[in-house]
Each structure stands twice: as C-alpha cells, then as structure tokens.
C-alpha cells in the first residue's frame, strides 16, 4: 500500500470522499508533493479515485465522459479506419500537450510509460497503453479530444481488435512502441510540440505496420 491508500483506510474514507488539497495531504504523510502526485496518479489509473479541475481529488470511479454516439461510431468502424482517425488526429493532441501539460499531467503521463514497461499479457497492455494515450489526451485540456481517446479505448477493447493484436504483436514489437512512447514522453516533458508530433506519427505508423502490414 502507497501512503494514499494508508491514509484513506486509517480515516476510513469511502468512494465519493473528497482528499484534502495536495499541500496539506502532502504534509500530513510527511511526502514531498512529487512522490504524493506519484501515489495519486496510481491510484487515478487503477479506478481508485478522479480528479476534476473544480472537485478535486474524490475517491471512487468517475463518471462516464464519452459520448455514446462516438463510442458506438468506432465500435462499428474497422481497426484500419480508426487508425487513420488516430493519424489525422493524435500527432496535434501531443503537440498541444507539450504546450499545455502541468507537472501533474507529465507525472501521469509517466506513469502510464513506466507501467507499459513492465507488463507483459494483453489485457493489462491495452488498458496502459490506452491510459498513456489519455493522460496525453487529458494534458491538452480538451474535452472532445479526451471524449475520442476514451472512445477509442473502448473500441480497442473489443474482439476484433484482440484478434489482431494477438495475431501480430509480439514482445519485441511492444519493446519498440515502449521506446516511442519514451520519445512522445520526453519532447512533451521538453515543451516542444514538433518534435511530440512527429513522434506520435512515427509511432502510430509503427502500429499500423505491426498491425496489418
């Protein structure tokens, strides 16, 4: 358990419990806000609790923020029309993140990197690879940008594009998308929306060849 998770089952909070604000959350644990920020995004990425620009940190799930209409436009779309979505798009989302993401974000974003590196089944590769491809997404502070990547998550989860997946990836191949995203990861930390553009392109080629060439 990471200090958050103490704190919370010593004050017995429930979901819909609100944490104080990281300043004094921070002190209390006796963490620098880094290493709180750290606890938080983990947590954020496990389901355990969300955070909203005006409720703070509350613990539970958040709710549903993608709209139904696109959720069921992709899960009609085929994997390679939802690829070039993906081209056409994602390369100005990173680029907009470079300029706008806070320290919170590029912690999340991180996160999700490092967490990528360490699994190794399917399941547990889409849901990291679709939380780095979020937190991006969340650091461009665009709602419709956030509500096509959550969109496209959940189409990613479906069974044809597992077919696909566990046809033609392979653990060198998730060893190279690790390396691109250690390179969407940096220029976005470096603040130079160019050069996390063209590595988000080179990245989403990468998939494409993996997974249909």
Known sequence: MNSVEIYIARKRLKDGDRLPP????????????????????????DGRLWRGRRNGTILGRPPPTAPAGIDRSLATASPSDTMEMRFALEPSIAAIAANKATDDDIARIETCL??????????????????????????SRNRVFIALILAFNNARARPEWRKIRV??????????????????FEAIRGRSPEEAARAMRRHLSSVQTHLFD
């Open 22 to 45: 990281e300043r004094e959350l921070a002190i209390e644990l006796g963490i620098s806000r880094r290493s709180l920020r750290q606890n938080l995004t983990q947590l954020e990425l």
């Open 114 to 139: 490092r967490r990528t590196t360490e699994v190794t089944d399917d399941a547990n590769w889409v849901r990291w690879d679709g939380a780095f491809h979020l937190a991006i997404a969340e650091a």
């Open 167 to 184: 046809t033609h990836i392979t653990a060198e191949k998730r060893q190279n998308t690790v390396a691109h995203h250690r390179a969407i």
